[in-house]
């Protein structure tokens, strides 16, 4: 697998953009932004560090990144590719893609929430 090194402030990906790779954090921390749903400005929800993955989510179920990740410390990544995938095969594909879908669907009901109490 591929290392790749990024500097604090360098952003990783953003919301919207095809995937192709997903990453594990060896060293530093990003943090996970999201547009807030009134303007194009960028939120934190969330700060990841050392031994965590990031990118899984379009990575699994092909969909456009669902958030921008942006790096709050100097980064180094294991780049992980469809070809590093392919070693696990086609069943445990299936499962993490399913595993992956019900994250994603429970993490938009929870943003729903969340909006539905900002207006209320």
């Given at each position: 697998m591929e290392s790749r090194v990024l500097k604090k402030g360098s952003i990783l990906f953003r919301e919207g953009e095809e995937s192709t790779e997903m990453y594990y954090i060896e060293s530093g921390a990003v943090a996970i932004l999201c547009k807030e749903q009134e303007g194009e400005s960028n939120v934190p929800?969330?700060?990841?560090?050392?031994?965590?993955?990031?990118?899984?989510?379009?990575?699994?179920?092909?969909?456009?990144?669902?958030a921008t990740v942006m790096c709050v410390q100097d980064t180094t990544l294991k780049v992980i590719d469809q070809s590093v995938m392919?070693?696990?095969?086609?069943?445990?594909?299936?499962?993490?893609?399913?595993?992956?879908n019900k994250m994603r669907s429970m993490n938009e009901l929870l943003t729903a929430k969340q909006d539905n109490n900002k207006a209320a």
């Amino acid at each position: 697998m591929e290392s790749r090194v990024l500097k604090k402030g360098s952003i990783l990906f953003r919301e919207g953009e095809e995937s192709t790779e997903m990453y594990y954090i060896e060293s530093g921390a990003v943090a996970i932004l999201c547009k807030e749903q009134e303007g194009e400005s960028n939120v934190p929800v969330n700060v990841i560090g050392k031994g965590n993955f990031v990118g899984e989510f379009a990575f699994f179920d092909q969909n456009p990144r669902s958030a921008t990740v942006m790096c709050v410390q100097d980064t180094t990544l294991k780049v992980i590719d469809q070809s590093v995938m392919a070693s696990i095969g086609k069943n445990g594909i299936f499962i993490i893609r399913t595993l992956i879908n019900k994250m994603r669907s429970m993490n938009e009901l929870l943003t729903a929430k969340q909006d539905n109490n900002k207006a209320a």
